[in-house]
C-alpha cells in the first residue's frame, strides 16, 4: 500500500485489490459487510462542514460519490452543514459551546491546535497507527505533509488536503490578451518594463476595436484593504513582486534567507515595488476598481472585451473565458506567459503549499473514533478512496478505465458549466471534507487546452518553494495573534494608500517604524523559532 501516493499504474493496480484493513466495502454477495456485520446495519458518523459550492446539490441529499462512498464503507454520513461565508462564525460559536459536537468537524479557520489544548479534538496517532494504513503511508511517502500536520507536541490532531498535483498545471499566473498584442504588433513582455510599455499600449492603442478609450488595461480582483490575510495574500498586484525580489503572496511576507525567517513587507525592495505599483495606477493602467470589486464583476470585465492582462486567477481560467467570449469576441487569446524579470534579475513563481489551510479533526464527542478513523483512512488516503471522492468518482458515470488508468467521460469534460462543477455536483472534490488530488486528474480536466496546459508546464520552471505551513503552540499563536492584528491592518492600509497615491512612497520609512514599533521583531522571532522546530534546527 506504500506506493498509492506514486501517480500511474501502480496506483491503478492497487484498485482491484481488497481493502485489508480500515473501512470495508460490503460483500453483496454474502449478505454481510466486509467486517462482519449484518448487510443493512450501518453505522453513522455526523461529520459537520460548509456546504456544497452549488446548495441545490446540498451533501444533505446524499449525492452520488458519497453513497457510493456508504455503499463500500457501511458508514452513513448525516451531514451538518453550513454555507461557506458563515461556518468560521457559525463553527467557532459551537467549538467554544464545547457540548453536542459532531463527531468529525471541519475546523474554524484559525489554528487548529486551539481545539487540541481545550480537547474538543482529540489526538490520532494511536489511531492512525492501528487503524490508519493509508495515512501512514501517505506520511511516509510525504514527509513534508507529515510534518506540517505534526503539532509542536508530536502528536497529530487533524488531516488536510494534499492539494500540490494541481500546480502541474493550474497556478496564480500572468495572462495576457495575446489576439491584443499580435493587432498592436507588440511581442510578449519579459521584463517589468516590458509589462509597463504593453500596459501602455493597451491604455492607448484602441487594442478592442471599438473606437473607445474604454480599455482596462491590467485588470485585478484584489481586496488590499480587507483585514483577511488570505485576500491580501491573493491579491494579484503582488504576484509582481516576485520580480523585485519580494514573496508576498502564497507566504504572505514571510520567507527565509538561509535559515533565517525574514519578514518581506519591510524590505527596502518593498519601496521600489510600491513606486512602480503606484505609477502604472496613476497612469490608468491599473483597474480602479480593483480594491473593491467582487468576483462577478471582475469576470463580466474579463469576459467583457475590455480587459488586455490580468494576475488575480489560476491559469486554467484562461482558457475558460477564451470559451466563454468566442460568440461575441472571436479570436479572442487569453494566455499564461511567464512571470516578468525584474531591474535585478529577479524571476520566480511561488509553488501553492502541499496542503490548504483548512483542517478536519475527530471531536472528543465520537463516541465511535476508531469507526471514524477507518471512514477518514479509506475515503481520504486509500487509492480507492482518492479516485471516488476527490478525482474521478464513479466508473459507469465520470470515468472509465482505458489501458488500466481513469479516464474522464464527456460528463464532466464537457459538462457546460465546467468541469471543476461536474465534479461538485456529484459531491466530489470540494473544501468542505480533506481530499488528496492527483495529476492525472488535473492534467485530464485541462488536457482540452494544450496551448495553455504546454504554458503552464514551461512557467513551471520558475517555481520555488512557499514558506511551509507549521503548527504552532497555543501560546505562540495567542501572541502572534495579538501582534500581528493591528499590524495587518496597519500595513494593508499603508500598501493600498502608496498604491493609489493617498500617500507618498516618502512616508515608506515611516511604515517601517511603525511596523518595528508594534512588535514585529517579536513576530518574526516566533516565526523562527517554528522554522527552527519545523526543520529540526537546534541551536
Request: hydrophobic content about 40%; glycine content about 8%.
Amino acid at each position: 500500500m506504500k506506493e498509492f501516493t506514486k501517480i500511474g499504474p501502480l496506483l491503478i493496480i492497487l484498485l482491484a485489490a481488497v481493502f485489508s484493513t480500515g473501512c470495508k466495502p460490503k460483500d453483496a454477495g454474502t449478505g454481510t459487510a466486509a467486517d462482519g456485520s449484518a448487510a443493512g446495519t450501518l453505522k453513522k458518523l455526523v461529520f459537520a462542514t460548509t456546504e456544497n459550492t452549488d446548495p441545490n446539490y446540498s451533501y444533505k441529499n446524499k449525492l452520488p460519490v458519497w453513497a457510493e462512498l456508504e455503499k463500500r464503507t457501511g458508514v452513513e454520513i448525516e451531514f451538518e452543514v453550513t454555507a461557506a461565508a458563515d461556518f468560521n462564525s457559525v463553527m467557532s460559536v459551537r467549538m467554544a459551546a464545547g457540548v453536542n459536537l459532531p463527531d468529525i468537524a471541519r475546523l474554524p479557520a484559525g489554528n487548529p491546535l486551539q481545539y487540541a489544548v481545550n480537547g474538543l479534538i482529540i489526538p490520532l496517532n494511536d489511531l492512525i497507527g492501528q487503524y490508519g494504513p493509508n495515512i501512514t503511508a501517505l506520511f511516509e511517502n510525504r514527509s513534508d505533509v507529515r510534518k506540517t500536520l505534526t503539532a509542536p507536541d508530536g502528536k497529530i490532531y487533524v488531516v488536510a488536503a494534499v492539494v500540490d498535483a494541481r500546480s502541474n498545471v493550474n497556478f496564480p499566473s500572468f495572462s495576457i490578451r495575446k489576439d491584443w498584442l499580435a493587432k498592436l504588433g507588440i511581442s510578449e513582455p519579459d521584463t517589468i518594463a516590458d509589462w509597463y510599455t504593453m500596459l501602455k499600449a493597451f491604455k492607448t492603442g484602441d487594442p478592442n476595436g471599438n473606437g473607445k478609450a474604454d480599455e482596462i488595461p491590467l485588470m485585478e480582483e484584489g481586496r488590499i484593504g480587507s483585514s483577511a490575510n488570505a485576500n491580501v495574500s491573493a491579491n494579484g498586484l503582488f504576484r509582481f513582486a516576485t520580480a523585485w525580489g519580494l514573496h508576498l503572496y502564497m507566504s504572505d511576507g514571510w520567507y527565509t534567507v538561509g535559515d533565517k525567517v525574514v519578514y518581506d513587507w519591510l524590505d527596502p525592495r518593498l519601496r521600489d515595488f510600491l513606486a512602480e505599483m503606484h505609477k502604472w495606477y496613476a497612469e490608468g493602467l491599473i483597474d480602479p476598481e480593483f480594491s473593491t470589486q467582487n468576483n462577478e464583476q471582475y469576470t463580466a470585465k474579463a469576459i467583457g472585451n475590455i480587459a488586455g492582462a490580468d494576475t488575480s486567477t489560476m491559469s486554467m481560467m484562461f482558457p475558460q473565458w477564451n470559451q466563454r467570449m468566442q460568440a461575441s469576441y472571436p479570436g479572442t487569446r487569453w494566455e499564461t506567459v511567464d512571470p516578468p524579470m525584474g531591474p535585478n534579475g529577479d524571476r520566480f513563481l511561488i509553488r501553492e503549499t502541499p496542503i490548504e489551510n483548512v483542517y478536519f479533526g475527530i471531536t472528543r464527542d465520537c463516541k465511535d473514533p476508531v469507526t471514524a478513523l477507518k471512514w477518514l483512512d479509506y475515503m481520504y488516503a486509500s487509492p480507492e478512496g482518492q479516485i471516488l471522492m476527490c478525482n474521478f468518482g464513479i466508473e459507469g458515470d465520470t470515468y472509465t478505465m482505458i489501458d488500466g488508468k481513469p479516464t474522464f467521460g464527456d460528463t464532466v469534460l464537457k459538462y457546460e458549466r465546467g468541469s471543476g462543477l461536474a465534479m461538485e455536483i456529484r459531491g466530489m472534490n470540494t473544501p468542505s471534507f480533506p481530499r488528496i488530488l492527483m495529476s492525472e486528474m488535473i492534467e485530464q480536466r485541462f488536457m482540452i487546452y494544450p496551448d495553455e496546459v504546454a504554458a503552464a508546464k514551461k512557467a513551471s520552471q520558475y517555481y520555488i518553494p512557499p514558506f511551509p505551513v507549521i503548527m504552532a503552540t497555543d501560546e505562540e499563536n495567542t501572541e502572534y495573534v495579538s501582534i500581528m492584528t493591528d499590524i495587518d491592518t496597519l500595513r494593508n492600509e499603508y500598501i493600498f494608500d502608496f498604491i493609489t497615491g493617498r500617500k507618498n512612497i516618502s512616508q515608506f520609512d515611516s511604515y517601517v517604524n511603525q511596523v518595528k514599533a508594534m512588535g514585529i521583531d517579536r513576530a518574526v522571532a516566533i516565526k523562527q523559532a517554528q522554522y527552527n522546530r519545523y526543520q529540526g534546527i537546534t541551536n
